[in-house]
């Protein structure tokens, strides 16, 4: 068969077009192509598989009733697309690259003839102005193109809207030398371009010049000269051209008044536009609604409702139908002025002539119905607006929407402003959520904030840049404090570090998101901020550093605990004793009794007087365990405070633990500092020091005791008299037995002066 062959055979379209006129559906040709028409084949090609027969499938054998039909199914549906035009790929390749010899030479070889309407075109869709100012010259430079005034117009357009008027002007006035004539809408183009760029002198210059180049003018070019003219307030210089205008034999029209009266209002020249009118109809030009819309928003301007109020009744008495700029205009005026209910009225009337606000006219009502409490009637206009699709002039409205409706406690309206806005592709600003959270959290509706929350952390809304209205405090403190009083302290944190990336420093969240974390037992979350508040000179509360301690505390690190306690300490703040208390017990519990007496001595100079008896437990633990100079130094430190420790005890305990040279090192502290001691303490020490073989060490505490005056038992001084002899220390021996008899003669001459 002559369609099959060993390789594919690629059928294009024009075969099946022509294929579907055939209608003899007997041929048995039409039924091996029914076959190879599977829809796997792309849309503008057929292709036939390799090795294939009719006689491989059943189905090749099976009647077919309208082959036609299949294969007609099988052009492609669609629109084609159009080929792209010479003007819009000469624009994008300018757009491109850069104008060079080379980008010349392609738009060059794409173009074989440069003609009027190619030309225009390119100039008219140019992306930039400078590509448009650069294509112009060059066709004109390379011979490729002789402009004529439709492209001088369009290129001096161009440049006029983009300021660049140095070019349009030089290009305007080079227009003779190539042989063109100058005509009146050239120089009108340039007046009103220089008037948009504020430059109202050149165009006043240009305007003059006119008469001087022969071009004649007309009321086209004094209407556009006193438009820039007024726009700028020089409303004088307008009145001296206005007169030279009618010296000229040039009549006004009912759009030079318009403009002339424009403009006086501009410059609140009341009396002026007033005259303007009046002769405006003395001349027989019958203003129209432009003129009466002028009038209208002029003594809005300057806040005559009167006056306002008599135009708009005689315009509709003259049977000229106001538009929606003048309902909106009128509506203002009676807003502006405190009249809402009139602007109301007038809202009504002009929907019931089947006259459709604009979004000028819901910027003009809705702020007015805000101010006065009228939510009710904003709430129907804004569904309105919502149905319509109209998005009000100005977005700031929606703010005042949101605070009127929850002023009047309707939360749910005010919720559905929210709504509102996006469905009319208004994205919510943080500030919007904002007064809606602050007003859920007063009214303790917490669920519905916690929601709005959600979307504002989901979504990023605070990090647009693009966001004018903040989140502001009376906004996320009550919802950061709710959420950290109700286990969600993680939640507050995002918000809050949201907040941080826009400089966000507020110490009330800070404090709360610390207290949060201390009660959820995530003390080191807590920690972490409260660095940050450190790093960043922000002020902490005691509340939430006694929390934090707390927590550590209570997940037994106590050595975390003392650090919290120390930064507390550090900016400003005063523990009480009972967090003192925990935090020593909890130290010295864990066996850091060295750093338990560092927060003792912290204690002590901060002139906390309680828990002696805890101070008592440190002070032995540091001499049993060999610290005897720290000890020493704490006892030191206590004495200075006023508060004596329990030197009996202390002596006592390190006697019976065996600690001898702890005994002796605070026995000598004692002694030397005259503090008063139990005889019988005297007695344990040396016992004590007997008991470890330390003679000499027992008689150097014996002498101080003896030079101190102090009374040991007698037992115990002859005993160590006779060690010492023992032991060959015969003459510590001596020296102590000679005090001990000395001492006795002085105790009886004492005895004897108190008997007589």
């Known amino acids: 068969m002559s369609l099959i062959s060993s390789k594919p055979q690629i059928l294009s379209h024009n075969f099946f077009a022509n294929l579907a006129r055939i209608t003899n559906t007997h041929n048995p040709h039409f039924k091996v192509l029914n076959f190879f028409c599977t829809s796997s084949s792309s849309p503008n090609e057929e292709q036939i598989p390799e090795s294939k027969t009719p006689d491989s499938d059943p189905s090749a054998h099976e009647p077919q009733s309208e082959p036609t039909q299949i294969l007609v199914s099988r052009i492609p549906r669609g629109k084609h697309r159009n080929p792209e035009k010479i003007e819009d790929v000469i624009c994008r390749m300018m757009a491109n690259r850069a104008w060079t010899t080379r980008l010349q030479n392609s738009i060059r070889n794409l173009v074989p003839l440069f003609d009027h309407d190619l030309v225009y075109n390119v100039l008219h869709s140019a992306r930039n102005p400078d590509h448009a100012l650069q294509f112009f010259r060059w066709v004109e430079r390379a011979g490729l193109f002789k402009h004529d005034r439709e492209t001088h117009y369009k290129i001096i357009d161009i440049l006029g809207k983009a300021s660049k008027l140095n070019h349009a002007r030089c290009i305007l006035l080079d227009m003779p030398k190539k042989g063109l004539k100058w005509d009146e809408d050239l120089f009108v183009v340039l007046i009103d371009s220089y008037g948009k760029s504020g430059i109202v002198q050149e165009s006043v210059k240009i305007f003059n010049s006119m008469g001087e180049l022969g071009v004649p003018r007309t009321i086209k070019s004094y209407d556009v000269l006193f438009k820039v003219i007024m726009r700028r307030g020089r409303y004088m210089m307008a009145k001296r051209y206005f007169n030279k205008m009618l010296s000229e034999g040039i009549v006004p029209t009912r759009h030079t008044y318009n403009v002339m009266i424009w403009g006086f209002f501009l410059s609140s020249r009341v009396e002026t536009a007033n005259r303007f009118f009046e002769e405006m109809k003395s001349r027989d030009i019958s203003p129209d609604v432009v003129t009466y819309n002028t009038m209208i928003n002029g003594f809005n301007r300057v806040k005559k409702v009167k006056e306002a109020e008599k135009f708009f009744v005689e315009m509709k008495a003259k049977n000229i139908e106001p538009t929606v700029i003048t309902y909106t205009t009128m509506i203002k005026t009676y807003v502006n002025n405190g009249n809402v209910d009139d602007g109301l009225k007038l809202y009504e009337e002009m929907k019931s002539f089947g006259i459709k606000p604009n979004a000028f006219t819901y910027s003009t009502i809705l702020p007015g119905l805000c101010e006065t409490g009228k939510m009710s009637d904003a ?206 017990e909890s130290l ?92 019988s303490t005297y007695d344990k020490v040396l016992d004590a020091l007997l008991a470890a073989g330390k003679t000499l060490n027992a008689y150097s505490i014996l002498c101080k005791i003896k030079e101190k005056g102090g009374v040991t038992d007698k037992s115990s001084g002859e005993e160590l008299i006779k060690l010492l002899n023992e032991q060959g220390n015969t003459k510590q021996a001596d020296i102590l037995s000679r005090m001990i008899k000395g001492n006795e003669k002085v105790k009886k001459v004492k005895k004897q002066a108190s008997a007589a």
């Open 379 to 584: 709430h129907t206009i804004v569904k309105e607006m919502v149905h319509r699709h109209i998005p009000p002039q100005d977005n700031s409205i929606f703010l005042r929407l949101i605070e009127g409706q929850c002023n009047a406690g309707d939360l749910d309206a005010a919720a559905d402003v929210l709504k509102s806005m996006m469905r009319l592709n208004i994205t919510p600003q943080p500030g919007h959520y904002g007064v809606l959270i602050e007003n859920l959290c007063k009214k303790g509706v917490h669920d519905e904030a916690v929601k709005l929350l959600d979307q504002l952390i989901e979504q990023e809304i605070m990090l647009n840049a693009n966001s004018s209205l903040e989140l502001l405090p009376t906004a996320y403190n009550p919802m950061i404090e709710y959420l950290c009083n109700n286990g969600m302290t993680s939640k507050a944190e995002t918000l809050f570090r949201q907040l941080m990336k826009l400089g966000v420093l507020d110490p009330v969240a800070f404090n709360a998101l610390i207290r949060g974390h201390s009660k959820e037992g995530s003390p080191d979350s807590g920690l972490e901020l409260l660095k940050i508040m450190m790093r960043r000179n922000v002020a902490s509360e005691e509340s939430a550093y006694k929390l934090l301690i707390e927590s550590y505390l209570k997940k037994s690190e106590p050595s975390d605990a003392k650090t919290a306690l120390d930064s507390m300490i550090e900016n400003g703040h005063q523990p009480d004793s009972s967090l003192y208390r925990s935090v020593i």
């Open 588 to 679: 010295f519990e864990d066996g850091r009794v060295q750093t338990a007496s560092r927060v003792m001595k912290v204690m002590i100079e901060k002139g906390v007087k309680e828990h002696m008896d805890l101070v008592s437990k440190i002070l032995e633990a540091l001499l049993l365990r060999g610290h005897v100079e720290e000890a020493l130094g704490r006892i030191e430190l206590l004495m200075n405070a006023g508060f004596a420790p329990d030197f009996d005890n202390l002596l006592s305990v390190v006697c019976e633990k065996g600690k001898t040279i702890a005994a002796v090192k605070l026995l000598d502290y004692v002694l030397e500092r005259d503090y008063s001691v139990e005889f």
